[in-house]
């Protein structure tokens, strides 16, 4: 069976960092008085995005090359 996680992971974190960050630059700043001014979506959905980079670079990498 040739099951590799590390594609769906990297595609669903990628997706949701992208919406989270995007959600954080356009918010408006006054959202974030609660948490002393720290843009926590700016923050997180740049973690995110970078994870599921991260994944889907190694899946792209431990690929296998062919079977024979």
């Known amino acids: 069976m040739n099951l590799d996680l590390r594609w769906p992971l990297g595609w669903v974190f990628s997706a949701f960092g992208v919406i989270l960050t ?3 630059g356009m918010s408006d700043p006054s959202l974030y008085q609660r948490s ?3 843009n926590i979506n700016l923050g997180w959905g740049a973690v995110l995005l970078v994870f599921g980079l ?7 990498k431990g690929k296998p090359k062919g079977k024979k």
Do not use: R, S
């Open 22 to 24: 995007g959600y954080g």
């Open 36 to 38: 002393l001014g720290v």
């Open 54 to 60: 991260l994944m889907l670079g190694l899946a792209f």
